[in-house]
T-cell receptor, first 113, second 114 residues
Framework: DAEITQSPRHKITETGRQVTLACHQT?????MFWYRQDLGHGLRLIHY???????NKGEVSDGYSVSRSNTEDLPLTLESAASSQTSVYFC????????????FGPGTRLTVL | AQKVTQAQTEISVVEKEDVTLDCVYE???????LFWYKQPPSGELVFLIR??????QNEISGRYSWNFQKSTSSFNFTITASQVVDSAVYFC???????????FGTGTLLAVQP
């Protein structure tokens, strides 16, 4: 079955370190998204991509970057982790049709000490 | 600007009660889509329903029903005869135009007591 996976599921890191969260989908979806979930804020869009070599900033992109070298993967990099980036991160993908829906990965819980 | 408001932060009901979760949205797009997702205590996000802006028909799926009213910019979700397994955070979301981006509300935590 097609799916979307995230790794690691849990990560503890220290302030200032570079961290990369992986997202892999097997639906062959062009559209991929990264969100962070924080209490009181719901899910907020960090970065998104509409296809290979395309990346766009979302609502809360400062301190994060993404790259899209193939259809299946959209890794999220925290250049220099900060305590404010402690959060749960969700990756999602969506087909390009008007009736398609975003489906989410299981999430990565990141703690920055 | 697009915005989704879920004014109910937490709701607590006793099993078998009916409960309605409110969702109010703002958008200038004429074509848009509304969604509900469920996040159970295990943490995953589960898609429940998608509704486009041209379809105001109410929808029922088992104990779940959705009421979409463009006149009040609302897309409310009702659970009939609630069960403990319905305990979760429920998110309403809006996708506007052709962006494919979702704007989420802050979520409503529903606790169903046995």
């Amino acid at each position: 079955d097609a799916e979307i996976t995230q790794s690691p599921r849990h990560k503890i890191t220290e302030t200032g370190r570079q961290v990369t969260l992986a997202c892999h989908q097997t639906w062959n979806h062009n559209n991929m998204f990264w969100y962070r979930q924080d209490l009181g804020h719901g899910l907020r869009l960090i970065h998104y991509s509409y296809g290979v070599q395309d990346t766009n900033k979302g609502e809360v992109s400062d301190g994060y970057s993404v790259s899209r070298s193939n259809t299946e993967d959209l890794p999220l990099t925290l250049e220099s982790a900060a305590s404010s980036q402690t959060s749960v991160y969700f990756c999602a993908s969506r087909g390009s049709g008007s009736t398609d829906t975003q489906y989410f990965g299981p999430g990565t819980r990141l703690t920055v000490l | 600007a697009q915005k989704v408001t879920q004014a109910q932060t937490e709701i607590s009901v006793v099993e078998k009660e009916d409960v309605t979760l409110d969702c109010v949205y703002e958008t200038r797009d004429t074509t848009y889509y509304l969604f509900w997702y469920k996040q159970p205590p295990s943490g995953e996000l589960v898609f429940l329903i998608r509704r486009n802006s041209f379809d105001e028909q109410n929808e029922i799926s088992g104990r779940y029903s959705w009421n979409f009213q463009k006149s009040t910019s609302s897309f409310n979700f009702t659970i009939t005869a609630s069960q403990v397994v319905d305990s979760a955070v429920y998110f309403c979301a809006l996708e506007g135009g052709a962006t494919n981006k979702l704007i989420f509300g802050t979520g409503t935590l529903l606790a169903v007591q046995p």
